[in-house]
Nanobody, 124 residues
């Protein structure tokens, strides 16, 4: 079993940048595909970015492509999401997710483990 803990959320002005990170428990982090999602009030949870285990292939949703960058440090059991050019519509709770697989995953139902989320608020 994997436990995920997000950090790094906060309040930022539109156009600014923020980095959220997620630390995973366990000793086989590199065997897990990781993803970042977000959920705004009244909306469904939305895929943002995913990264495979060894190899680190990445994929992004169209809404964040070119603005957000996902990365992982397998030695530190950490996956991060660097967010630039933030917009008020990026305001949401941001979640990391994990699944024991080598592939790249895009859907909420693909993932088995979730963090508790971290709030990101972008003011206009």
């Amino acid at each position: 079993q994997v436990q995920l803990v997000e950090s790094g959320g906060g309040l930022v002005q539109a156009g600014g940048s923020l980095r959220v990170s997620c630390v995973a428990s366990g000793r086989t982090f590199s065997n897990y595909a990781m993803g970042w999602f977000r959920q705004a009030p009244g909306k469904e949870r939305e895929f943002l970015a995913g990264i495979s285990g060894i190899g680190g292939n990445t994929g992004y949703s169209d809404s964040v492509k070119g603005r957000f960058t996902i990365s992982r440090d397998n030695a530190k059991n950490t996956v991060s999401l660097e967010m630039n050019s933030l917009k008020p519509e990026d305001t949401a709770v941001y979640y990391c997710a994990a699944k024991l697989t080598y592939g790249l995953l895009y859907y909420t139902y693909d993932y088995d483990y979730w963090g508790q989320g971290t709030q990101v608020t972008v003011s206009s």
